[in-house]
T-cell receptor
Framework: GENVEQHPSTLSVQEGDSAVIKCTYS??????FPWYKQELGKRPQLIIDIRSNVGEKKDQRIAVTLNKTAKHFSLHITETQPEDSAVYFC????????????FGKGTSLLVTP | DAGVIQSPRHEVTEMGQEVTLRCKPI?????LFWYRQTMMRGLELLIY????????DSGMPEDRFSAKMPNASFSTLKIQPSEPRDSAVYFC????????????FGPGTRLTVL
């Protein structure tokens, strides 16, 4: 099936630094790319998403960029805080599926004070 | 809105037993998804429904797994017989059919098969 590759698998940054997580996808027909944050023992929660007609989207300290030609998209978190520590998942819509998603394997982000 | 509701939240059972996981999607949502999450395999889509009809079950690992959606407000995922390798967190998610709608996850069911 189609894959979503996510890197890095773990990321440790100091409070106040930026964090970048990158994903690539293989389904050229994918047109929706959400990012989810999952805290330990909790459900994944949507933090930001981007659709294929947009190259960049920003929401306060979080931004996502999309390069459809290269089939990759990235999550950028600026001015990181300890409460940003969590596992982050990228996902890409499965073509001809309605709205089903393929998820990356996740990035465990640790923000140290 | 109560969000997506799943039950039970935790299930411990012995190998060979039947397990039934339940999900109530957000009212008005047309799509319902079942995922399995493990450390090794991450979040895997098992099956999804649109308007109570199963659309794609290619992610269901074996015939031991089955899912139903008898009405718009209820779905079940059944494992019979269960095996230790089925131990995982099972999430249900739902979304509306609008282009700008998003997928919301339930709290998950942590299944342990001994």
């Amino acid at each position: 099936g189609e894959n979503v590759e996510q890197h890095p698998s773990t990321l440790s940054v100091q409070e106040g630094d930026s964090a970048v997580i990158k994903c690539t996808y293989s389904d050229s027909a994918s047109n929706y790319f959400p990012w989810y944050k999952q805290e330990l023992g909790k459900r994944p929660q949507l933090i930001i998403d981007i659709r294929s007609n947009v190259g960049e989207k920003k929401d306060q300290r979080i931004a996502v960029t999309l390069n459809k030609t290269a089939k990759h998209f990235s999550l950028h978190i600026t001015e990181t805080q300890p409460e940003d520590s969590a596992v982050y998942f990228c996902a890409a819509s499965i073509s001809n599926s309605g709205y089903a998603l393929n998820f990356g394997k996740g990035t465990s982000l640790l923000v140290t004070p | 809105d109560a969000g997506v509701i799943q039950s039970p939240r935790h299930e411990v059972t012995e190998m060979g037993q039947e397990v039934t996981l339940r999900c109530k999607p957000i009212s008005g949502h047309d799509y319902l998804f079942w995922y399995r999450q493990t450390m090794m395999r991450g979040l895997e889509l098992l099956i999804y429904f649109n308007n109570n009809v199963p659309i794609d079950d290619s992610g269901m690992p074996e015939d031991r797994f089955s899912a139903k959606m008898p009405n718009a407000s209820f779905s079940t995922l059944k494992i019979q017989p269960s095996e230790p390798r089925d131990s995982a967190v099972y999430f249900c998610a739902s979304r509306g059919s609008g282009r700008k709608d998003t997928q919301y996850f339930g709290p998950g069911t942590r299944l342990t098969v001994l």
